[in-house]
């Protein structure tokens, strides 16, 4: 079954055409690398998937429902996409149990799993603004993975991650495959992307080619 389906899509900024007649079908439970330069055009794909953006032309549909300005996101959706904040003054913990109080539909149990998914210590008592870089990274992973979604998108997850960091993140990549998660990865490192995903695209001035393996 195909969960995004991307069709014609064009976005066009001051005149340049940031996102070029974008076609695209992910499969349900597939892993989607888009590799790419700064400036390629990865980052502005995944931000229409993830419905931040809409098009000049074009559409894009996320398990059947179509991405509009009626209903601009889709229903089950985990994101992480650069540059990306977090509430300084909150623990990691509290920074969960915040985000998670808004949708309701998980609790503690699931909020502490997906901590130590991460390598993160519910019981830290050290405020996110105090963080390292790799530590924000795998509290905003986890923000992205704790409700299970449908979809998740992901935009250079590995940036600022120790080898730790790293191998935990690969392993929750094999865990949400194993659960049918339907994930876009994004990144410039071709080594990274060609070890967790089985499809992969380049991109490049806005249009997209498939990689061959």
């Not at 509430?87 to 109080?101: D, K, P, R, S, V």
């Not at 795998?138 to 979604?149: D, F, G, N, T, V």
């Not at 659960?179 to 080594?191: D, G, P, Q, V």
């Amino acid at each position: 079954m195909c969960f995004v389906h991307i069709e014609n899509y064009t976005k066009i900024i001051k005149n340049k055409k940031i996102l070029d007649n974008i076609n695209l079908q992910a499969e349900t439970g597939s892993t989607i690398g888009i590799i790419g330069k700064n400036g390629s055009g990865k980052t502005m794909l995944l931000r229409a998937v993830s419905g931040l953006i809409r098009p000049t032309s074009g559409e894009i549909r996320i398990d059947g429902q179509v991405l509009t300005d009626r209903k601009p996101f889709p229903n089950s959706i985990g994101v992480v996409i650069e540059p990306a904040s977090l509430w300084g003054n909150y623990t990691a913990y509290e920074t969960l149990q915040i985000l998670a109080g808004i949708r309701k539909i998980i609790g503690k149990k699931e909020i502490l799993n997906t901590m130590e998914r991460m390598g993160l210590s519910p019981g830290s008592n050290i405020p996110v603004g105090e963080f390292s870089l790799g530590m924000k990274k795998r509290l905003l992973i986890a923000q992205a993975i704790m409700e299970h979604p449908g979809l998740l998108v992901l935009d250079e997850p590995t940036n600022a991650l120790d080898d730790e960091g790293v191998s935990l993140f690969r392993q929750v990549i094999e865990e949400e495959h194993q659960r049918k998660t339907t994930i876009f990865i994004a990144s410039h490192m071709l080594e990274e992307i060609t070890q967790l995903c089985p499809v992969i695209y380049c991109m490049n001035g806005g249009k997209i080619y498939e990689q061959p393996r």
